[in-house]
């Protein structure tokens, strides 16, 4: 299993300019979620989905928007990226038959905002 | 919104043990848990405890739970360079399965 995988791994977007965020799992796990991590502040639950077809919002939605078309991925889109964006940011997926909820992350993806 | 705070900087000598605190806020929490990230590295589950548990011990490293005090420990023994790294934790939140809040991370250094 390659468990979770990110795309790209670096990215530098010019304000305004949109983008999408790859993600994908081969665990065949239903929780997805998507967390940005800046300094200081710990990770911040963006957006997640607890199946194909199912998203919902986290703490700080806005801006970011997500689709779960498959189990396997789930992409998280910047329509019009703003300075405010640039972090890492993280996918993560859990299987509700674990019982510790363990979530597995990828490796991340650094945007820059310029 | 809920938080869960930790200290963020913690500096050890090799072969000493780390004790890293972290206090949170959702008293009807099931799991709790600890989750390492090394440099570059997205995060890795740790260790975690059940809500119903005082302690829980797992080779190196021992996780106590205060529930009176929404307190959460991980204390590392015999701590090794290796163990440098950021570690978080996290609580569930609002009983959702897969919605976790972290904490600020604390960054373990580990001098030699």
């Known amino acids: 299993n390659a468990g979770v995988t990110q795309t790209p791994k670096f990215q530098v977007l010019k304000t305004g300019q949109s983008m999408t965020l790859q993600c994908a799992q081969d665990m065949n796990h239903e929780y997805m979620s998507w967390y940005r991590q800046d300094p200081g502040m710990g990770l911040r639950l963006i957006h997640y989905s607890v199946g194909a077809g199912i998203t919902d919002q986290g703490e700080v939605p806005n801006g970011y928007n997500v689709s779960r078309s498959t189990t396997e991925d789930f992409p998280l889109r910047l329509l019009s990226a703003a300075p405010s964006q640039t972090s890492v940011y993280f996918c993560?997926?859990?299987?509700?038959?674990?019982?510790?909820?363990?979530?597995?992350f990828g490796p991340g993806t650094r945007l820059t905002v310029l | 919104g809920e938080d869960v705070e930790q200290s963020l900087f913690l500096s050890v000598r090799e072969g000493d043990s780390s004790v890293i605190n972290c206090t949170y806020t959702?008293?009807?929490?099931?799991?709790l848990y600890w989750y390492k990230q090394e440099p570059g590295a997205g995060l890795q589950l740790l260790t975690y405890i059940f809500s119903n548990m005082d302690m829980k011990q797992d080779q190196r490293l021992t996780v106590l739970l205060n529930k009176k005090d929404k307190h959460l420990s991980l204390r590392i023994a015999d701590t090794q360079t290796g163990d440098s790294a950021i570690y978080f934790c996290a609580e569930i939140y609002g009983g959702a399965t897969n919605k976790l809040i972290f904490g600020t991370g604390t960054l373990l250094a580990v001098q030699p």
């Open positions: 959702d008293s009807s929490s099931t799991y």
């Open positions: 993560a997926s859990s299987s509700s038959g674990r019982v510790n909820n363990e979530q597995f």
